[in-house]
């Protein structure tokens, strides 16, 4: 919709914004109901999508079977047949189709036929008894007419006791629609308010096809990608909230997992509590760390408890999981032991100079945009310091205060001087916190606001031994929607901002300020990924609209967001003024990515692009949930790449030197330039992409070309201490990437006394309790 019409709909929208009174994320009070906890089971038709209930005629049984009576069946019945040779076929028109059924001890094997072709064996045994199970899916068909067939095969594992095949529901899935035609070309946004700049991008200027990029489709998330962090060389961990994901684990849908960047296999994790915009960050030990989260996500018209536990203070421990055998990883929880002081809904999470996590600022409870009630100006860390006399308990933060209210998930980077880089709404400073001083940096230039839900992007660009390690902050897009506003006054037609705004954080750098430029597009929530080139990529996002869902006049569906930017831009930090952006050789996709997307750097070099889901619960309506996942290669994947064939250490040492052997491509000439980048692939939520770092190592090259020596970063204050991946770049060519542990991958210090008062003098879950007891389950 564009400008004028939507001004002309105004009054009629407005009414139906109150009529409908769409909630945001969470609007931190339940309503009566929901602090009774129901089932929480895999059934579940995702807007867009259609039920039929196993008594639709339009399924077809042949064989016998019987049909059987029960509240816990989906529309209270269902179909059984233990006779072999039973069938059940339904023909339906849509993308996918998700057959739901019960597990327990008495089934058997099912053959699934697609359009008659044999798909899988499916074993429906379980020595539990569960109902309204996803027994088999599949998303992606062709869009049009398919037929699904079950045949009872008579036989069965082991340890059942009959061959028992049943039918509960069948959900048709459409998928999400593709974008109509690359919307944001139709846009009316005026940039009248913002400073003109020269051009900044020639779509026609001639490229060469070498430098072309590559877009491949391959792979699904099974759970929603809200949260991403390369856990290894082989392996992602991906987070969502509790939502129907059609991953399931322990008979309800899974809400974190890890995913095989080579197979693109999926391992369900189970999560005790609620990780609902957590933030996360690695330690000195290697050890992965989610921080906070919410206690229920509820349905407006529904109100139900999933069953997960209060995760607003909620540290998850995830122990280092280097193998490509992931089947002992998984995620610890324990509230009684490990926890925050106070309760954090979108807090940024960073590691510091002593390889602990800093927890920075949130939301006491839910809510859209902060305000004075729901602010948490706080900051803790885990493991907990005593600070300026904190004793392990949050300290006060005067920025986070002042820069209410579009202030959540603040922008934060260790600076290599061991303080701590904090933009957030349109401000900035540097954080001393071994002294807990602030420094107020310039204001951000043109009323642009970076952080949610006027959601822009950071990154600290390289740091490299020639510059003396010289910081220089760059954050893009975002939004100066004035964030005072009501819900009501925000359309998700608002125009993103385009500007990217740049600051040395030097003396000098400081009294010069922000340097401004301008992206080719606008962009609210975009993605920054460092590559080990030095450049910048940004991919992502939306070109009008803010964070959230359910909030603005015009949401579409329920996205606060409109107009998905579809191509990416690349950003050379070094390049001159006014040629720094360029899109030449980028593929445009065909899948928006708009709110809850990620976007990171892969071990082999290429970015991996996931998530988009403005919705409460999964969904198919426009803007729906999107499991798909892109691989967006750099050209530089189809060139000849150096290698490094062995000699990196698992661990090493601040300003400790280590060989690497390793093998240059063929073309590389006499004299070629040799660089060894340190990085740290950042954990990546509502385009916080924090930790992400990259340091440039000493190194020189052997005479014959096969070891190059590195020098580790001198000190925790340049690298903070803990996981990173080494990528040899020769003449702007990274081989792929190794993981070791930079430091002498211990535990963060950990202050027994702070600990022992964190736990005496607050207490878990205090929302939980705040609320009233839980009741028991006895739907069953
Ligand atoms: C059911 O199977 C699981 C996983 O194989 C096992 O851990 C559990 O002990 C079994 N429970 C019963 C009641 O046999
Ligand atoms: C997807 O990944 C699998 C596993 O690596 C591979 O076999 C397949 O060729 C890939 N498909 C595409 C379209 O790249
Ligand atoms: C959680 O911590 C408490 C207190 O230290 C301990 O008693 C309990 O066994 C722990 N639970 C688990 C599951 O580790
Ligand atoms: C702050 O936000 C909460 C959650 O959205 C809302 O209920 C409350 O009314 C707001 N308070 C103020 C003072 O605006
Ligand atoms: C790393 O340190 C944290 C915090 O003390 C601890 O919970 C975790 O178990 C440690 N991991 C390892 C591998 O030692």
């Not at 945009?369 to 900051?379: R, W």
């Not at 430029?517 to 992502?540: C, F, S, W």
Request: charged share 15%; glycine share 8%.
């Amino acid at each position: 919709m564009g400008i004028r019409s939507l001004l002309l709909s105004w009054t009629l929208v407005a009414l139906l914004a109150s009529i409908c009174s769409a909630e945001s994320a969470w609007h931190g009070h339940t309503t009566p109901g929901s602090t009774r906890i129901s089932r929480f089971t895999p059934y579940y038709v995702p807007p867009g999508a259609k039920s039929y209930d196993s008594s639709s005629p339009l399924i077809h049984y042949t064989g016998t079977w019987t049909e059987s009576f029960a509240a816990k069946y989906i529309q209270k019945s269902a179909k059984f047949t233990s006779e072999p040779g039973a069938a059940m076929s339904f023909t339906f028109t849509g993308t996918g189709i998700e057959w739901f059924g019960s597990l327990d001890s008495k089934h058997g094997i099912a053959q699934v036929y697609l359009d008659g072709n044999p798909v899988e064996r499916v074993d429906a045994y379980n020595n539990a008894s569960m109902s309204q199970q996803r027994v088999f899916w599949t998303f992606g068909l062709s869009q049009g007419k398919h037929t699904l067939k079950i045949v009872n095969t008579g036989d069965k594992s082991g340890a059942s006791r009959d061959v028992v095949m049943d039918v509960d529901a069948l959900v048709v899935t459409q998928g999400p629609p593709p974008p109509e035609a690359l919307t944001q070309q139709n846009m009316e946004v005026s940039y009248s308010d913002m400073p003109s700049y020269p051009p900044l991008l020639d779509l026609s200027s001639k490229f060469i096809p070498e430098d072309e990029w590559t877009l491949v489709q391959n792979g699904s998330t099974g759970v929603h990608a809200m949260q991403l962090t390369i856990i290894s060389e082989t392996h992602a961990l991906i987070v969502d909230k509790v939502e129907h994901n059609p991953l399931t684990i322990s008979g309800h849908p899974a809400w974190a997992a890890l995913y095989n960047l080579r197979t693109h296999a999926l391992k369900p994790l189970s999560m005790q509590s609620n990780s609902f915009c957590a933030g996360g960050t690695f330690l000195s030990n290697g050890t992965l760390v989610n921080v906070g989260g919410n206690p229920v996500v509820e349905d407006h018209t529904a109100a139900a408890d999933f069953g997960d536990v209060d995760g607003l203070q909620a540290i998850r421990i995830f122990e280092p999981c280097d193998s490509a055998n992931v089947d002992d990883c998984w995620i610890y929880e324990n509230h009684s032991r490990i926890r925050m002081a106070s309760p954090r809904w979108y807090n940024t999470v960073l590691r510091i100079s002593d390889g602990s996590a800093m927890i920075i600022g949130g939301s006491l409870k839910g809510g859209w945009i902060n305000n004075q009630t729901t602010n948490n100006p706080t900051l803790e860390y885990f493991p907990p310091k005593n600070i300026a006399g904190s004793d392990g308990l949050p300290i006060h933060l005067p920025f986070l205060v002042d820069t209410l209210f579009s202030n959540l998930f603040p922008i934060a980077f260790s600076l290599p001087d061991g303080r701590v880089f904090m933009a957030a709404n349109r401000d900035a400073m540097i954080y001393d916190w071994k002294t807990n001083t602030e420094r107020r940096l310039p204001r951000i230039p043109n009323g642009v606001r970076v952080t949610y839900p006027m959601t822009g992007t950071g990154l600290l660009l390289p740091l490299s031994p020639e510059n003396d390690y010289t910081p220089e902050i760059l954050l893009c897009g975002g939004s100066t929607v004035d964030d005072t506003k009501p819900g009501y006054e925000i359309s998700s037609q608002d125009p993103a901002s385009s500007q990217c705004s740049r600051i040395v954080l030097t003396d000098a750098g400081i009294a010069i300020g922000w340097q401004v430029e301008q992206m080719p597009q606008a962009r609210t929530m975009p993605d920054a990924v460092l590559l080990p080139t030095g450049e910048v990529l940004i991919v992502n996002g939306a070109g009008s609209g803010i964070s959230g869902y359910g909030n603005v006049v015009d949401q579409v569906g329920a996205s606060n967001a409109d107009n998905p930017v579809l191509t990416p831009v690349l950003y050379d930090p070094n390049g001159p003024v006014g040629q720094r952006f360029s899109s030449a050789g980028m593929p445009t996709s065909d899948i928006p990515r708009l709110y809850h997307s990620v976007a990171t750097l892969t071990p082999s070099g290429d970015i991996m692009i996931a998530g988009s889901n403005p919705n409460l619960d999964r969904s198919e309506v426009k803007y729906g949930t999107e499991y798909r996942v892109e691989w967006l290669g750099p050209s530089y994947m189809k060139k000849e790449r150096p290698q490094i064939l062995g000699g990196a250490p698992k661990v090493l040492g601040f300003g400790q030197t280590a060989q690497l052997n390793i093998r240059l491509p063929s073309t590389s000439l006499q004299g070629a330039s040799v660089k060894v980048a340190l990085m740290d692939l950042g954990y990546v939520t509502h385009a916080v992409h924090a930790n992400s770092r990259l340091v440039y190592l000493k190194c020189s090259l052997s005479d014959d070309k096969s070891t190059l020596t590195i020098t580790a970063p001198p000190n925790g204050n340049i690298y903070p201490p803990g996981p990173g991946f080494i990528y040899v770049v020769v003449d702007g060519v990274p081989s792929s990437g190794v993981k070791l542990l930079i430091g002498d991958g211990r535990s963060p210090p950990v202050d027994r006394e702070a600990l022992e008062n964190l736990l005496e003098k607050t207490s878990v879950d205090q929302y939980e309790k705040s609320r009233g007891e839980e009741k028991e389950d006895d739907s069953e």
